[in-house]
């Protein structure tokens, strides 16, 4: 139960994500490449806030 519960939760925030995103603008931030080493998404919504991306500094903060 637990899992499907967590399963559902899951989806639920990424539609919701996905809503405020398309109403609002933004940029999406795939975790899942994060954790794979892939920074491309994060430094996207770095750049998006104005910010200059500091790979070094991404990975220090996450890895």
């Not at 405020?20 to 920074?39: A, P, S």
Request: proline share 0%; hydrophobic share 40%; aromatic share 12%.
């Amino acid at each position: 139960v637990r899992y499907r519960d967590a399963e559902h939760a899951a989806k639920w925030r990424f539609k919701y994500m996905k809503q405020l995103q398309e109403q609002h603008g933004g940029v999406f931030v795939d975790t899942d490449e994060i954790i794979k080493g892939n920074f491309t998404t994060i430094q996207a919504a770095i750049e998006y806030c104005g910010l200059e991306f500091d790979e070094k500094a991404t990975k220090g903060a996450i890895i």
